[in-house]
């Protein structure tokens, strides 16, 4: 009997490799970014593409004003380089869980000697 037979619960799907899931490189980032720091870098990538993209379709000439096209490049450089930061912020916040607990055995040490 399925695991969502058993609970009686017809919209909680079975998942038969969630131990798969756990291995899985995207998903393991996630987890240690968690949730508001996973939500700053989704939306400094998306920062950074919808930027490259005015970019380059400023630079293709599809917009045909030439003030019109170097102010957007200007503001999508800014929004890029923005997108960058908050991306390189988020990432470098990563930190080892038991790094915490590591330095404080380490100070419990330290002050005992």
Not at 35 to 49: E, H, K, P, R, V
Request: proline share 4%; net charge neutral.
């Amino acid at each position: 009997m399925k695991k969502h037979d058993q609970h009686n619960d017809p919209f909680i799907p079975y998942s038969s490799n969630i131990a798969d899931s756990e291995h899985n490189s995207f998903s393991v980032f996630f987890e240690q970014i968690h949730t508001i720091n996973a939500l700053c870098l989704i939306a400094g990538l998306s920062q950074i593409l919808l930027g490259m993209s005015v970019i380059t379709i400023s630079i293709l000439g599809l917009i045909q004003e030439p003030w019109l096209a170097n102010t957007l490049t200007m503001l999508a450089s800014i929004s890029t380089i923005i997108g960058c930061y908050l991306v390189y912020i988020t990432v470098s916040k990563r930190r080892d869980p038991q790094a915490l607990l590591r330095g404080a055995m380490k100070r419990v040490i330290e002050s005992k000697n």
